[in-house]
Nanobody
Framework: QAQMAESGGGLVQTGSSLRLSCTGS????????MGWFRQAPGKERKFVAS????????FYAEDVEGRFRISRDDAQNTVYLQMNSLKSEDTAVYYC????????????????????WGPGTQVIVPS
């Protein structure tokens, strides 16, 4: 699986917005379903959002739906996560990943297993 490179995290106030970016290091993300995951301090990594291979379908975890939006720009080989109305509960390290098999659905991102992860990007929203 391609190594991912996440960026865009930071320290922001409650109610603020951030946009995270994900690129494939040395490999294209085109034709792959992709997703965002997050790991809060002391907790397991959890699914946040996913997008199918052509950007036509998205899926969100219940606690971010309506606030977060996943999108992709295949020309830039990048997947984005727009995060609005940030809360302290959103504090976590955010990772992107996706199945190696092309033409996957948004739900394939949840069921896949991943051998490697990028370094992630940290988002801190103080309470």
């Amino acid at each position: 699986q391609a190594q991912m490179a996440e960026s865009g995290g930071g320290l922001v106030q409650t109610g603020s917005s951030l946009r995270l970016s994900c690129t494939g290091s040395g490999r294209t993300l085109n034709w792959r379903a992709m997703g965002w995951f997050r790991q809060a301090p002391g907790k397991e990594r959890k699914f946040v959002a996913s997008i199918n291979w052509n950007g036509g379908t998205t899926f969100y975890a219940e606690d971010v739906e309506g606030r977060f939006r996943i999108s992709r720009d295949d020309a830039q080989n990048t997947v984005y996560l727009q995060m609005n109305s940030l809360k302290s509960e959103d504090t976590a390290v955010y990772y992107c990943n996706g199945p190696s098999t092309p033409y996957g659905s948004a739900l394939d991102v949840l069921s896949a297993t991943y051998d490697s992860w990028g370094p992630g990007t940290q988002v801190i929203v103080p309470s």
